[in-house]
């Protein structure tokens, strides 16, 4: 395979390194049928950056439509460049919106989905419960809301963790080498949960993209995140978290919904919320 001139983009790099949409899409599709008897058709995506996700709905057929909203324009103007070109009539399906995501969208979706804590650039109760009241009038009757989050004991320490990432396939076709996720934390304060965590890229040759992405969250634990959403009208939000594989010391990487869980050195969860039918 010949490799990909994205091999050292920002943005495919994130990609490779961080997103897993066919796991999410499972996950969305099989909540949302388990509710309501049917799968969802319109999904929005918000703060999509490069709307993989979205990208990714849309293709799997033709009852499949997706918004995708994200402020900055650059994320979107790559998608445009990059990714919607080999979408053929899928493209058509997708609605790439310039926008804040505490803005109302028409028509209703039946899944919004605000994944990898992006959410968390709302830092005070009012900015927090404000977006999940424009989320919730964004939604059909008996439409779900999905956002992550993660924590434990780790979560709140000044720490970096670095993981190998291999080769993949950039969205141009050709190959993007395998490389080095480093994600920092860099500043925690207990007082308001401030959290200043960055992303880095090693290469194999050594070299590195510093500081790919920057983010300036705060990090929420999951009883605020559920007491914002029901505030904000959301009927019942349920928490997802994912299971512990014990015979390999590691996350088993299963998403179920639970009422309890013993705390761990980091953990993953999504937190569900639902409107009425
Ligand atoms: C980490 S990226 C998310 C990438 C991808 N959606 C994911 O799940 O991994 C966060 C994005 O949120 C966007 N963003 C930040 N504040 C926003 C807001 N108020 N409304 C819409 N987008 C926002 C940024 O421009 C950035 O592209």
Same mark, same amino acid.
């Given at each position: 395979m010949a490799l990909s001139a994205? +091999? +050292?983009d920002r943005y495919a790099l994130y990609e490779a390194a961080v997103q897993g949409v066919e796991h999410d899409l499972q996950f969305i599709e099989r909540v949302y049928r388990r509710h309501n008897g049917r799968p969802p058709r319109l999904l929005r995506e918000d703060f999509c950056a490069t709307a993989l996700l979205a990208c990714e709905w849309v293709a799997r057929g033709r009852d499949h439509h997706a918004l995708a909203l994200d402020l900055d324009p650059a994320p979107l103007a790559w998608v445009r460049r990059h990714r919607l070109p080999y979408m053929r009539a899928a493209a058509d399906r997708l609605q790439l919106l310039k926008r804040d995501a505490r803005s109302v969208t028409k028509p209703r979706s039946d899944v919004l989905v605000a994944l990898? #804590?992006?959410?968390?650039? #709302?830092?005070?109760r009012a900015e927090l419960i404000g977006y999940f009241r424009k989320t919730l009038a964004s939604l059909t009757p008996g439409g779900m809301m999905f956002a992550n989050a993660f924590g434990g004991t780790e979560a709140m320490e000044a720490i970096s963790e670095t993981r190998r990432i291999d080769a993949s396939q950039g969205p141009d076709g050709g190959r993007i080498p395998g490389f080095t996720y480093v994600w920092e934390q860099q500043h925690f304060n207990p007082i308001d949960h401030h959290l200043i965590s960055h992303i880095h890229f090693r290469f194999r040759d050594g070299t590195m993209m510093r500081r790919a992405f920057t983010y300036d969250w705060r990090l929420w634990t999951l009883p605020e995140i559920r007491d914002c959403m029901l505030e904000a009208g959301y009927r019942a939000v349920d928490i997802y978290a994912e299971g512990w594989d014990e015979a390999h010391h590691r996350p088993d990487h299963i998403y179920r919904r639970r009422e309890k869980f013993e705390n761990q050195l980091g953990w993953l969860a999504v937190i569900v919320g639902r409107t009425k039918r």
């Open positions: 994205l +091999r +050292r990898n #804590f992006s959410y968390w650039v #709302f830092q005070t």
